[in-house]
């Protein structure tokens, strides 16, 4: 009875003494990848505004291609989500269609789209967020600020990553019900935490897409920006390529540019 006693004693005041547990290395992974995203969010602030012009591939599975030309508005906002109007230029058939997106850190984000051929603005519902925009491999939910409530994050390991660069790992859970993802990871680079790969899982955590960007060029003296993105579907064989042409800051955008109306106005 003693030696039980004693026996179990020892092992209590072991557990206590631990230092490294499978709950606290769960917690410690946490709070390093939230540290990685809190410091990935904190090196894009104060950009302010900005315009761009770019060119979107569309591939199928057999590698017949699509492309279209846009614009695309973008404006910061302190204390809430970013706002941002992507405008189609060509091919005619999707000449002066419009998407809007209001992102808000913890409400829902609105998303507004609006096509000439039915001269009509449509909202895209939450629970429509996972669809396709306009056609493409990204999905509404992809059109959006990033924001730190909306995942929870968990901080995995290091690995070299694109061009012989040093990358964290770090998973991100949606905390929104309507996300079309069960998690994503992403490769952030160690140096100026930028993104350069990432994996998005469906809902049955299968693979779904993987998202790899390049030639990132940076801006201000502190922005980085990648000028071509590729976005592959693992489980159709599509991809979508996007191809940064130009881009300016601080052109004077105000949120009166990204009001619902000037979805119809977008030329």
Known sequence: MLNNLTSRSLLFAAMLCAPWTPVAAQDEAQAKGLQIAKEQKMRDRGWGDSESELQMTLRNAQGRESVRRMRALALEVQGDGDKSLTIFDEPMDVRGSAFLTHAHPTAEDEQWLYLP????????????????FMASEFAYEDMTSFELEKFSFRYLRDEACAEQLQCFVVEQTPTDSFSGYSKILVWVDTEHY????????????????????YDYQ??????????????????????????????????????????????????
């Open 194 to 213: 930028r993104v350069q790969r990432a994996e998005y899982y469906d809902r049955k955590d299968s693979l779904l897409k993987t998202l790899t960007t």
């Open 117 to 132: 051929s039915v001269k009509r603005t449509r909202r895209i519902a939450s629970r429509n967020k996972s669809g396709p």
């Open 218 to 267: 940076l801006y201000l003296d502190k922005f980085w920006r990648p000028h071509r993105l590729v976005m592959e579907n693992q489980q159709t064989g599509k991809s979508t390529e996007l191809l940064l042409e130009s881009m300016r800051f601080q052109t004077g955008r105000t949120a009166a540019d990204f009001d619902v109306s000037a979805l119809e106005r977008a030329r």
